[in-house]
């Protein structure tokens, strides 16, 4: 059974900020690549950043470029989303998800396994 465990969310001020984790459980086989999406109030869920597994490539979203760094510990299983200089703007529940296939995307629809979120609050 698919297993995604997001956390670190939580209230910081405008301009601090998070490292979100999420770790990853009961994947088969290895893990190709992952990514992280975001749900602000009143609005469709958006993707934020995802990680080539295994080369490490990179894809962000304009809102994530120069402020927020994906990575991963391959030995952990763990998926980390660093943000700094945080926005009220960036108040979301942040989601993480995992897709079959090395190539890098942008579409919910290409994950198939995701978490349950961590809510992340910027107060201005």
């Known amino acids: 059974q698919v297993q995604l465990v997001e956390s670190g969310g939580g209230l910081v001020q405008a301009g601090g900020s998070l490292r979100l984790s999420c770790a990853a459980s009961?994947?088969?086989?290895?893990?190709?690549?992952m990514g992280w999406f975001r749900q602000a109030p009143g609005k469709e869920r958006e993707f934020v950043a995802a990680?080539?597994?295994?080369?490490?490539?990179?894809v962000y979203a304009d809102s994530a470029k120069g402020r927020f760094t994906i990575s991963r510990d391959n030995a952990k299983n763990t998926l980390y989303l660093q943000m700094n200089s945080l926005k009220p703007e960036d108040r979301a529940v942040y989601y993480c998800?995992?897709?079959?296939?090395?190539?890098?995307?942008?579409?919910?629809?290409?994950?198939?396994?995701w978490g349950q979120g961590t809510q992340v609050t910027v107060s201005s």
């Open positions: 998800a995992t897709k079959r296939g090395r190539a890098l995307s942008r579409r919910q629809s290409a994950y198939a396994y």
């Open positions: 990680i080539d597994w295994i080369a490490g490539p990179t």
């Open positions: 009961g994947l088969t086989g290895s893990i190709d690549v």
